[in-house]
């Protein structure tokens, strides 16, 4: 299983596991109350959307690696993206998203207050898919897997409370560190670290085995969010699914627009901290044709790259010195996945 | 152990105990990152608040009730109280509330999304702190108190959906059967059967002393629910501490909303209709007072509360057939709960 042809069938075969085993049996499917009908359907609705499946391949993958088989990882992996899917719906609130998955955000489709209740009723679910591994898994790894979950919510929510909050306070003193940080929190728990430590936790791994994963996640989710960042500039919008150049109408601090800051000119610094200071409504598209131009003049997203090709290489080091006790191939699969996050178009 | 006084002392005894563990320890305190710092602030936020405390001693007492010690339930107590806080940041943003425990809501002290978040947040929280029951009760009991979080959740986000369309599709077409399921999935899963059950679950409880509680928790939620109604047309603020009337502001639909509709005559019936329809900020002071005045004189509040004593009557039945194993002043305590719960001024 070689090449990013073998990764990519890989992942869209797990995925449609997971999925069918999510949309099959996990979630409520009808009622007979109307009302609570409806309650199911919302809640079924971003997880039918057209995901990109990447968490719960790393936790399947990992298991494998890690000596478990796939059965054992493929309930934690449906929670995974019932997680993902819980908390993009309030992300969408939140960020007062438009688009998701290349479809109006729930809390467009529907009122706002029954978009925030679908969100906890999915993450309430998500919690009770979990219990279910007690069968096959036992109590103790059960546990286990449920401890990281509460890590991984609690870091997410930390980030997404930074990122919020530096948007709020008008905050641009920022430096890379508090990027790096914010985003470890954001985005590398959930999307790399958690998915990977829960597939070795569910094969039993080592502690060593976890931190190397943190550390690796840590990294690779970084990398991962700055590619992401780059795309929500450059990439196209239809194989994205997200508005195009919405980070800067939302005024989000990537690591491309800190680099800007730091590397414009006084006339242009102030025109910029203006622009982005704006609320979403406010800001024309010759205020974001601006932030482009900006953007290309100073190479902040050639910049962004090189960072995000450094951690890559960080986080392919910190992989290649795991002694994995399971599936080679798999653990080969996690390589070229690293790769292919930082360096995708989609 | 007898009469109010000594029942209102063990709620404040059992709340006291509760509050300090989940303020002491559950709850994180400080963070050297000021965002992070200021998430956790807002978690802090209405738990620091006055709350009534009865779910928490519902848990110790049945715990108690049923052979437990109140150690063993102290950490599931503790978890209720968390969730009845994260449930109710989000609530109070869905309905646009203005007042929680006489002071403004999270969502109007701080942005909404930060508040949305700081909800999720602490929902997290809830079920780590939850996990750490383990030790103590061991991995089964642990298990089944999650499992009974999960029913919970499910029940409430069900019934808040309920809640939350009719307002939204102005749907006044509602029986009593109507009212008393969305109340039962609402209010009595999380205020009277669960924590009951909970306490249960902890204590090794048989099926059928849960199925008992079920019946007892759902009947005295839903009476518990008609007499908070009832004071938020009648009660004192300060001591309510929500906005007086809010529910017509809201347009929730109460019994004694919906017997009124029941008894008004047609021209009564179509101005309370249009004037219930109005969204929060287009009814006039003049329109609440009409709507209270047909409340008077259809005498709605005293139909509804004596569905409520009907209620409370069948709980007390229910309750007085389960053979509890543990202490019988703890069992008569949840007796005097049941009385007070339905004929309380706050």
């Known amino acids: 299983m070689r090449g990013t042809n073998n990764l990519q069938e890989e992942i869209r075969r797990v995925k449609d596991k997971v999925d069918s085993l999510m949309l099959g049996s996990l979630l409520p499917i009808s009622d007979s109350v109307h009302e609570v009908d409806l309650l199911f359907k919302m809640m079924r609705d971003y997880p039918t959307r057209q995901g990109?499946?990447?968490?719960?391949?790393?936790?399947?993958?990992t298991c494998k690696a890690a000596g478990g088989t796939e059965e054992d990882a493929i309930l934690t992996a449906a929670s995974i993206e019932m997680f993902q899917n819980w908390i993009l719906i309030h992300d969408d609130i939140e960020d007062g998203s438009q688009l998701r998955r290349g479809e109006p955000t729930l809390h467009r489709k529907y009122p706002v207050s029954l978009?925030?209740?679908?969100?906890?009723a999915?993450?309430?679910?998500?919690?009770?898919?979990l219990l279910g591994n007690s069968q096959r898994l036992g109590h103790e790894r059960t546990l286990g897997v449920l401890g990281e979950f509460s890590r991984m919510v609690n870091e997410t929510t930390e980030g997404q409370h930074m990122e919020l909050g530096w948007v709020e306070n008008k905050r641009?003193?920022?430096?890379?560190?508090?990027?790096?940080?914010?985003?470890t929190k954001k985005t590398s728990w959930y999307t790399v670290a958690s998915p990977c430590r829960l597939g070795a936790i569910v094969a039993g791994a080592q502690p060593s085995v976890l931190e190397a994963l943190?550390?690796?996640?840590?990294?690779?989710?970084?990398a991962f969010q700055i590619q992401d960042d780059a795309l929500n500039l450059t990439g196209d919008e239809r194989?994205?699914?997200?508005?195009?150049?919405?980070?800067?109408?939302?005024?989000k601090r990537t690591l491309i627009l800190l680099h800007l800051m730091d590397s414009a000119g006084p006339p242009e610094k102030?025109?910029?901290?203006?622009?982005?200071?704006?609320?979403?409504?406010?800001?024309?598209?010759?205020?974001i044709s601006y932030v482009l131009s900006l953007v290309d003049k100073h190479d902040a997203i050639g910049?962004?790259?090189?960072?995000?090709e450094e951690l890559l290489k960080m986080a392919l080091l910190t992989l290649k010195k795991i002694e994995w006790p399971g599936d080679r191939s798999s653990a080969a699969l996690l390589e070229s996945f690293a790769k292919y996050a930082v360096e995708r178009e989609w």
Chains 1, 2 share one sequence.
């Open 239 to 251: 194989k994205y699914g997200k508005a195009k150049s919405d980070d800067i109408a939302e005024g």
């Open 115 to 120: 978009a925030l209740n679908a969100g906890d």
């Open 270 to 287: 102030s025109r910029l901290r203006a622009i982005m200071n704006k609320p979403r409504d406010d800001k024309t598209p010759e205020d």
């Open 214 to 222: 943190r550390s690796f996640g840590t990294d690779l989710g970084v």
């Open 172 to 183: 641009w003193d920022l430096t890379e560190a508090d990027y790096f940080l914010m985003c």
């Open 52 to 61: 990109k499946g990447m968490r719960p391949f790393l936790c399947v993958t």
């Open 303 to 308: 910049y962004a790259r090189k960072r995000a």
């Open 122 to 129: 999915l993450h309430a679910r998500m919690w009770g898919a």
